[in-house]
């Protein structure tokens, strides 16, 4: 990657939105000052040695630390100057792109996949669509799909900088001929081996926040969906591994449909607030994070797109004069979802749960074996549902909710072990209390003092649900 800078203005917030891009795209980068030809000739040298330190200094902390910075003029005099001012600087750059550049590794197997950039027509050949060959190869005669469009054609020729040849492979920049296509259905996009891509309403992600965005991910939100040359409004929704695997190795670009996740509000960092389950988990104030996290995308238009491709969130509609990185989070493309009907199809597969935790009060001592509680239901509630879940009282019994009781949202307890003669005493005095002032006849204040007296017993009742269960299951382990 090049980043060109204005050696007159330094790091916009444009640049630096590229210097986030290509820290997520890129392992090499050169850095151009651009421009320096605005520069008056005695402070020249200075300027460029000033400004040379403090993109240093801007690169430090990122994978480009210590990376190579040239200064150079493109067009001096600007765009208006005759064509006979020579660049200043090129044959530097040259030097270094070509001490940078390496020969990577190629592999002609798998797909024939090439990213167009551009199409054009030439009379009496067909149309030309010109591009990089991200991964397979392609051979004369062969059929392409356009995806988006739903069309396939037959190669009729092809060219690679200015030669004919008969074939190409990964990483090769190379024109391609087709007949009967308007160029002005294509202007960039995706071809491939037909029927290679699929082309997806809904996603699983894997994903990591960009530190630089200001804010919190929260489930819910919208952001622009970056996926190869497309980007479309979707909706996010994040989840974590279940608490209990939070540190637990991810086995990296899998997704594992048999284990159980933990719904999240927000995307999961430092600067966010702990999830529910973590608060409880978490006295000492050190917020616990997951080794990974997702995130369901529910696009808004259909994406047509490789698996395991890279996809960036931003709130593209931040002012741009805004002082702040729109770039919100970038991920892999796990799994995608090709079915219109995803959220009856897909979804119910996805097993994310939300963990619930309700609270009641113990009312009064039945017998031995069962209570009556209060305040964990509200009064419509139908208690006939939670028949049979299980609770813990604040003295350590374990219980079972038996069914209701009376109409007021009530309801039995049993208690399989019975309860601790302590437990018992405690009771039977707050009872013993209220009674006091005679049987049926309890005044307003007796009624809001009663309350006040010994600590009340709470009654805790935790289970889980699982987002997409359309029969909405409580679950406890």
């Given at each position: 990657?090049?980043?060109?800078?204005?050696?007159?203005?330094?790091?916009?917030?444009?640049?630096?939105?590229?210097?986030?891009?290509?820290?997520?795209?890129?392992?090499?980068?050169?850095?151009?000052?651009?421009?320096?030809?605005?520069?008056?000739?005695?402070?020249?040298?200075?300027?460029?040695?000033?400004?040379?330190?403090?993109?240093?200094?801007?690169?430090?902390?990122?994978?480009?630390?210590?990376?190579?910075?040239?200064?150079?003029?493109?067009?001096?005099?600007?765009?208006?100057?005759?064509?006979?001012?020579?660049?200043?600087?090129?044959?530097?750059?040259?030097?270094?792109?070509?001490?940078?550049?390496?020969?990577?590794?190629?592999?002609?197997?798998?797909?024939?996949?090439?990213?167009?950039?551009?199409?054009?027509?030439?009379?009496?050949?067909?149309?030309?669509?010109?591009?990089?060959?991200?991964?397979?190869?392609?051979?004369?005669?062969?059929?392409?799909?356009?995806?988006?469009?739903?069309?396939?054609?037959?190669?009729?020729?092809?060219?690679?900088?200015?030669?004919?040849?008969?074939?190409?492979?990964?990483?090769?920049?190379?024109?391609?001929?087709?007949?009967?296509?308007?160029?002005?259905?294509?202007?960039?996009?995706?071809?491939?081996?037909?029927?290679?891509?699929?082309?997806?309403?809904?996603?699983?992600?894997?994903?990591?926040?960009?530190?630089?965005?200001?804010?919190?991910?929260?489930?819910?939100?919208?952001?622009?969906?970056?996926?190869?040359?497309?980007?479309?409004?979707?909706?996010?929704?994040?989840?974590?591994?279940?608490?209990?695997?939070?540190?637990?190795?991810?086995?990296?670009?899998?997704?594992?449909?048999?284990?159980?996740?933990?719904?999240?509000?927000?995307?999961?960092?430092?600067?966010?607030?702990?999830?529910?389950?973590?608060?409880?988990?978490?006295?000492?104030?050190?917020?616990?994070?997951?080794?990974?996290?997702?995130?369901?995308?529910?696009?808004?238009?259909?994406?047509?797109?490789?698996?395991?491709?890279?996809?960036?969130?931003?709130?593209?509609?931040?002012?741009?004069?805004?002082?702040?990185?729109?770039?919100?989070?970038?991920?892999?493309?796990?799994?995608?979802?090709?079915?219109?009907?995803?959220?009856?199809?897909?979804?119910?597969?996805?097993?994310?749960?939300?963990?619930?935790?309700?609270?009641?009060?113990?009312?009064?001592?039945?017998?031995?074996?069962?209570?009556?509680?209060?305040?964990?239901?509200?009064?419509?509630?139908?208690?006939?549902?939670?028949?049979?879940?299980?609770?813990?009282?604040?003295?350590?019994?374990?219980?079972?909710?038996?069914?209701?009781?009376?109409?007021?949202?009530?309801?039995?307890?049993?208690?399989?072990?019975?309860?601790?003669?302590?437990?018992?005493?405690l009771l039977t005095a707050a009872s013993k209390k209220k009674?006091?002032?005679?049987?049926?006849?309890?005044?307003?204040?007796?009624?809001?003092?009663?309350?006040?007296?010994?600590?009340?017993?709470?009654?805790?009742?935790?289970?889980?649900?699982?987002?997409?269960?359309?029969?909405?299951?409580?679950?406890?382990?």
């Amino acid at each position: 990657m090049m980043l060109v800078i204005d050696v007159t203005k330094g790091m916009q917030t444009q640049s630096a939105e590229c210097l986030v891009i290509g820290q997520i795209a890129c392992q090499k980068m050169v850095v151009v000052l651009n421009k320096i030809d605005l520069l008056p000739e005695g402070k020249r040298q200075s300027a460029i040695e000033k400004m040379t330190k403090k993109m240093q200094k801007t690169l430090e902390n990122t994978k480009f630390s210590g990376c190579p910075i040239v200064a150079v003029a493109a067009k001096p005099g600007g765009p208006e100057a005759p064509e006979s001012e020579n660049p200043l600087g090129i044959s530097e750059l040259i030097e270094v792109l070509k001490s940078q550049a390496y020969l990577p590794s190629r592999d002609p197997s798998g797909h024939f996949l090439m990213a167009v950039d551009h199409c054009f027509s030439i009379k009496g050949q067909g149309t030309v669509m010109t591009g990089t060959i991200l991964s397979g190869s392609v051979s004369l005669g062969d059929n392409v799909e356009i995806p988006a469009l739903k069309v396939t054609k037959k190669v009729k020729s092809m060219q690679m900088f200015h030669t004919p040849v008969t074939y190409a492979m990964q990483g090769d920049r190379v024109g391609v001929c087709v007949t009967q296509f308007d160029p002005k259905l294509l202007e960039r996009g995706l071809i491939c081996t037909p029927d290679s891509l699929h082309t997806i309403h809904a996603a699983i992600v894997s994903l990591k926040k960009i530190q630089y965005f200001r804010g919190a991910l929260q489930t819910k939100a919208k952001f622009h969906i970056t996926v190869g040359h497309e980007t479309v409004m979707g909706r996010v929704m994040f989840f974590s591994p279940a608490l209990a695997n939070f540190n637990e190795e991810i086995q990296e670009n899998v997704f594992d449909f048999e284990k159980d996740y933990l719904y999240q509000e927000q995307y999961l960092s430092k600067d966010s607030v702990s999830s529910e389950e973590n608060k409880e988990n978490d006295q000492a104030g050190e917020v616990q994070l997951p080794k990974q996290q997702w995130a369901l995308l529910e696009f808004e238009k259909p994406v047509t797109c490789p698996k395991l491709c890279l996809v960036i969130g931003s709130k593209l509609d931040t002012d741009i004069h805004a002082n702040t990185c729109r770039l919100a989070f970038h991920g892999v493309l796990l799994q995608g979802m090709e079915d219109k009907n995803y959220t009856e199809t897909f979804l119910p597969k996805l097993k994310v749960y939300k963990q619930k935790h309700k609270e009641g009060q113990v009312e009064r001592v039945m017998d031995d074996y069962s209570v009556i509680g209060r305040s964990l239901f509200k009064k419509e509630t139908n208690i006939q549902i939670f028949v049979g879940l299980k609770v813990k009282l604040s003295t350590g019994e374990d219980g079972i909710i038996d069914g209701g009781f009376g109409q007021s949202g009530k309801f039995k307890i049993r208690i399989p072990d019975g309860l601790k003669p302590d437990t018992k005493m405690l009771l039977t005095a707050a009872s013993k209390k209220k009674s006091k002032g005679g049987k049926g006849d309890m005044t307003k204040e007796d009624e809001s003092s009663k309350n006040d007296s010994a600590q009340p017993i709470t009654i805790s009742l935790i289970f889980k649900r699982y987002v997409f269960d359309t029969q909405k299951k409580m679950i406890q382990s």
